[in-house]
Every structure is written in C-alpha cells, then in structure tokens.
C-alpha cells in the first residue's frame, strides 16, 4: 500500500514540474513575440518619417500660373495679347536665354498701347542679370522712347517686380478718359502704379 501511495506521488511531483516547464515556455514566447513588434512598429514609424520629409514636394508655381493669375486680377485691363518668343525676349529686353529656365510674356498687338507683362524664372545665380537686363530696359523707355502723350505717365509707372527666383516687367494700366484729361499728371501716374500692384499681389498671392 506504501509502495503505491509513493508511486501516485512522485507521478503527481512529475506531472507538476512538466506543467511549470511548459507554462514558463508559453511565456517567453509571448514576451519575444511582444519585442518583435515593437521593433517592428518602430522602424515603420522611422521609414515613415523619412519618405514624408524626401517626398514632400518643392514650393514652385509656372510662370503660366502666375500669367493666369495676372489676367483674372486685371480682368478687363489686361491689354497684351502678342506672345513675346525667346528672340525678342534677348533683342527687345537684353535677356540672355541661358539666364532663363522659362519665361511667359505678352505686349498688344496695337503699338498705341505700351502695355507689356513679362514674368521670367531666373535659373540659378541669374536673377540679378534677369533684373540689370529689365530694369535698363525700364530706364530706355522712361528716359529715351518716344511715347504718344497719353502713355507717358503709364510707362513712367511700369516695375521690375522680384519674388524669389522670378523676375517681372509690368506694365498694365487702362486709364480711364476722366484721368486722361486730368491737367494733374501725379493723378494719372498713381493710377498706373495702383493698376500694377493688383498684379504683383496676383503674383504674391501664389508666390508667398
């Protein structure tokens, strides 16, 4: 009888210790499982994080946009409608193409009106030639072109405008008949300046 009783306990000692065993197992399993994926949730947050700061795209607007944004400001005083091409861009304003990554501009088709909108992007270390090119032109039709009268105040009000790697030349006024008779030429010029200021906020508001 003593000998069975010893049995069924060293069977019950033996069965307890394999029961901890297999517990203590089911453990460590868990706690390397619960390791794994914080590793991993890390590293995904870190790739994350990489691929947002080199996929985030460079602030930049084409001189198009800016061209489009001009016109819907002036509306019905946007005057040019004569496309000005890289020979003319070089010729007429002393741009060089190699200071160029891309250019819009426009002047009327009418040589009574003077209006012209020229809106270059500059490529790199360029924008001060851009701005010395424009800006002779700027003193050529001040202080050398002749004008019809009616023009003069507006060609005295016209801007070399920077913003950034783009240059402008404005130049767009319709003045109005009142303003024209006006024996006041401070008045008309003002008019001119205000008119070329709803483009270069146009400009602002797409370039910051």
């Not at 619960?34 to 949730?41: I, Q």
């Not at 913003?163 to 003045?175: E, S």
């Amino acid at each position: 009888m003593k000998t069975k009783l010893s049995a069924l306990i060293l069977i019950a000692a033996l069965l307890s210790q394999t029961l901890v065993s297999c517990g203590s197992t089911d453990d460590g399993s868990e706690t390397t499982d619960t390791d794994a994926t914080s590793t991993s949730n890390e590293t995904t947050a870190e790739t994350t994080e990489e691929t947002t700061e080199t996929t985030a795209p460079a602030a930049d607007v084409s001189v198009t946009e800016l061209a489009d944004a001009v016109k819907e400001a002036l509306g019905d005083e946007y005057l040019p409608d004569m496309a000005i091409d890289a020979e003319a861009l070089d010729a007429t304003f002393g741009v060089k193409s190699e200071w160029v990554e891309e250019f819009y501009g426009e002047m009327p088709m009418i040589s009574f009106n003077p209006d012209t909108f020229l809106a270059i992007k500059a490529t790199e270390g360029n924008v001060e030639n851009v701005e010395a090119a424009l800006n002779s032109y700027r003193d050529y039709l001040i202080n050398n072109s002749i004008q019809y009268p009616a023009n003069v105040q507006k060609v005295n009000a016209c801007q070399v405008y920077t913003n950034g790697d783009y240059v402008f030349f404005i130049m767009l006024a319709v003045i109005p008949d009142e303003l024209l008779d006006a024996t006041d030429e401070q008045v008309v010029y003002d008019y001119c300046v205000e008119s070329n200021q709803k483009a270069i906020d146009a400009i602002d508001a797409l370039l910051g």
